[in-house]
């Protein structure tokens, strides 16, 4: 089993920058594929992005695609989402999740989670 603790949300203008980082315990960190998601206000929750094992493969929704950039440190037991060019549509809450099967883009197929970061975009 993992928990994991998300970091790094806040209040960022549009066009700005954030840093999320998830931080895990338990476990190996390398046997979870691990992804992000996230949930506006009166939206379901929607995949971010994921990355393998051993961080040779990412995956992105393509709303963020060449905005944000997802890493991990698995010595650190970290993973990382880096948002540029923030926009309005960004503002949720962003969670990381965990899997021990591999590349997933639904939140059912995820077994572990963080509690959430709050990220709001402003103009």
């Known amino acids: 089993q993992v928990q994991l603790v998300e970091s790094g949300g806040g209040l960022v203008q549009a066009g700005g920058s954030l840093r999320l980082s998830c931080t895990a315990s338990?476990?190996?960190?390398?046997?979870?594929?691990m992804g992000w998601f996230r949930q506006a206000p009166g939206k379901e929750r929607e995949f971010v992005a994921g990355?393998?094992?051993?961080?040779?493969?990412?995956y992105y929704a393509d709303s963020v695609k060449g905005r944000f950039t997802i890493s991990r440190d698995n010595a650190k037991k970290t993973v990382n989402l880096q948002m540029n060019s923030l926009n309005l549509e960004d503002t949720a809450v962003y969670c990381c999740?965990?899997?021990?099967?591999?590349?997933?883009?639904?939140?059912?197929?995820?077994?572990?989670w963080g509690q959430g970061t709050q990220v709001t975009v402003s103009s």
């Open positions: 999740a965990a899997n021990l099967i591999g590349p997933r883009m639904w939140s059912d197929e995820y077994a572990y």
């Open positions: 990355i393998s094992f051993y961080g040779g493969s990412t």
């Open positions: 338990g476990r190996p960190f390398s046997t979870y594929f």
